[in-house]
């Protein structure tokens, strides 16, 4: 079984710059590509970006430009960096990964990281 696990939300002021961090653990495991998702209250998850373990990468063309996300293939961590926050980036975080474990294709889902963006 793989667990990823997120970290690094909180609160953070209008303007301001947050790193959000995911860590991929687990037996017998192969990581594929690597996304970052969010969902605001009231509102369906939506896809922010992805990279894949070349460091292709596609984005939401909403977020392109203030959000960033980057990958450590060793460390098994995918980030993503988020700057000129608005209040409306407020939402649950979520990292997921394509992976295969146990010799078979899945996807898992990190239990989430609030961000607050609020004066």
């Known amino acids: 079984q793989v667990q990823l696990v997120e970290s690094g939300g909180g609160l953070v002021q209008p303007g301001g710059s947050l790193r959000l961090s995911c860590k991929a653990s687990?037996?017998?495991?192969?990581?594929?590509?690597m996304s970052w998702h969010r969902q605001a209250p009231g509102k369906q998850r939506e896809l922010i970006a992805s990279?894949?373990?070349?460091?292709?990468?596609n984005y939401t063309e909403s977020l392109k430009g203030r959000f960033a996300i980057s990958r450590d293939l060793a460390a098994d961590t995918v980030y993503l960096q988020m700057n000129s926050l608005k209040p409306e980036d407020t939402a649950v975080y979520y990292c997921?990964?394509?992976?295969?474990?146990?010799?078979?294709?899945?996807?898992?889902w990190g239990q989430g990281t609030q961000v607050t963006v609020s004066s």
């Open positions: 990279i894949s373990r070349s460091g292709s990468t």
């Open positions: 997921h990964a394509d992976l295969i474990a146990g010799g078979r294709p899945g996807g898992a």
């Open positions: 687990g037996t017998n495991y192969l990581v594929y590509e």
